[in-house]
């Protein structure tokens, strides 16, 4: 047997997640044997797992929240909300499957497998999914093992929010480009790649929403901070767009005006540093928006002020990370260890337990999804 | 001297089109005297230059065509209409220049430098601009010699419309889509673009605007033509890209909804053919619309119901053949030959004279941008 440890069966606790053919979310707690690991996996008890914007998706789903009705046991809680009629097309894919929740997480190696020893007792972090769960089987290759220092808090978020903010800056210089726009730019996730952009020595223009969030990201030493809301917006970006050289842009927003907006700032900013000669098709610099949120789920709308020269479209991680290959991955990997408590911190608004992740008034603050406020859930708390 | 011909100057006509800062486009026909070639070049005698939608912009700009006063003599007319006040301000890199109209034509070479001697006599496809005139002054270099049984009719547009076309398959095969849709496709161009898939055994989704076109490129042996005013659109729509697997199109239309019912149906279809796991992000298969014309000046709106993998972009001949290099470019222009009175054909609604370009009349006709209608003009017409 490849178990080096324990040998009684573990018992374990995982969150799921059901949309009902009748037009409801069920998300609860269930116990679950804990398999032995395999010679090549080791067994993780988990001890911090952010909720992030990816994961609420799945976790919530488009439920109307005003309909939460609570159910289950004090040890196992159980809610259910009803989902409005015209988001269940959507759903279709997912119905009635149970289905495990939690991107990525952080904790302890309490068993492994013949291959895999090295790593017990070990603090690592995994990305993978089915984090929200007392433990995790998983493979040993697919632990990052964090530096000595550095608990399950610190490596909970260590493969969601870096990997985007350094794959932005990898997809700018990728495709060309030497400086980049950012929308909803005082997140964690926002205020990683100001770190990121700063100690490169990247242009970086931070849109946010309102004077708070401002002030928030000049205090990180940010240079160029938009409130997308002031009346001079569009003259503020075009001159920060002019400073910059920024042609590329990230939008965790992704509906409505901002990313048109965004491209015809850029070409409003290339045609005034311009002395080349006159074309209809607008300037022959490449402009390009990636949405890689849905923070306005109305449609895109892009206004024709912007040339010929551009493009919009989704970008996600993982797509991100297979089109450049494993050693590009692992040199960003490599990276967020070395820089884990520095460039990539993450703060967290609050802690919680499995079971509080089911309390409607918890609900109620993790699922706002308000910038810079962001839930860490630590599975053995209160255990 | 490089003059193998005639020592006498040339003189030449040429048609002009100047923004004014008031606010007036104004077009003129001008009297020019026709340079000697140097060695590495030909004097081209115009017989046939169309009037492309490429050409229409710098023409007629965005003038207000029910304002037109007309002036110049007999021999050499002009006109002028006002131009919208709003739409002044993207004139702005034009405003008070002369300048030369026309992206491409054919003629007959009639001097020649000392290194183009094997040219004098022989009929040419030409682009470069400024072929609105009765002589063009080009490097040899840049002429396409055309075979000996086309006539400059034949040759006029030999470049824009068939290497759009074969830009747009060669698009598609380099990012990796097997079949493709095309919106305005009974123009010239998508009657191209359908001979071309015929002969190549590509699939091709032709979108249209009316039953008439919905025969037209039926009895051209198109398997799946679809009219976009049809109440049953979206649904056939998504029955051919099942049935074709397109996940790529070019769009000429550009604003209003077009482009986002087309990528919502390609994920619809993909969804449609999936056999795999759920995903919160919608497929993985990238989903590409370029926008290749602006027939709709509207904003573009883009629902959200089309995943992550997806993109929006303008398209161009230019930036395409300069991406994808000399060879390549050599490559498409060879097949244009080959195939010039068959899958290249052009038909036109009317061959006109310079002059005639001016009569309002005439303005009325080919400024409609209606779909199957193009005009040719033959600058020695009628000298």
Known sequence: MADTTATTALEGVELRSKVTSDGRIEVSLIRV????????????????????????????????????????????????????????????????????????????????????????????AMIGGAMYARYRVIKAADCLLLPDDASPADGASCFVNPLTALGMVETMRREGHTALVHTAAASNLGQMLNRICLKDGIGLVNIVRNAEQVALLRGMGAAHVLDSTSPDFTDRLTEAL?????????????????????????????????????????????????????????????????????????????PFLQRVGPQVAQRLRDRVAAELKTTFASHYTAEISLAEVLKPEVIAGYSKRATGTKYLINPNKGV
Request: proline fraction near 6%.
């Open 33 to 124: 044997d804990v398999p032995e690991p395999a010679a090549d996996e080791v067994v993780v008890r988990i001890e911090a797992t952010p909720i992030n914007p990816s994961d609420l998706g799945l976790l919530l789903g488009p439920a109307d929240l005003g309909t939460i009705e609570t159910g289950g046991t004090a040890d196992l809680p159980a809610i259910s909300a009803a989902i409005p009629p015209a988001a269940m097309k959507a759903m279709a894919g997912r119905l009635d499957q149970s289905l495990p929740v939690g991107n990525e997480g952080a904790g302890v190696v309490i068993k492994a497998g013949a291959d895999a020893a090295h790593l017990l007792g070990r603090t690592v």
């Open 242 to 318: 002019i400073e910059t050289g920024a042609t590329i842009g990230f939008d965790a927003i992704g509906g409505g005006r901002l990313a048109g907006q965004i491209l015809s700032a850029m070409e409003a900013a290339i045609a005034a540093r311009a002395t080349g000669s006159y074309s209809r098709y607008g300037s022959s610099v490449h402009k390009q928006v990636y949405l890689y949120g849905g923070l306005d789920t109305r449609p895109v709308e892009i206004q024709r002020n912007i040339g010929m020269a551009w493009g919009v479209g989704g970008w996600l991680l993982f």
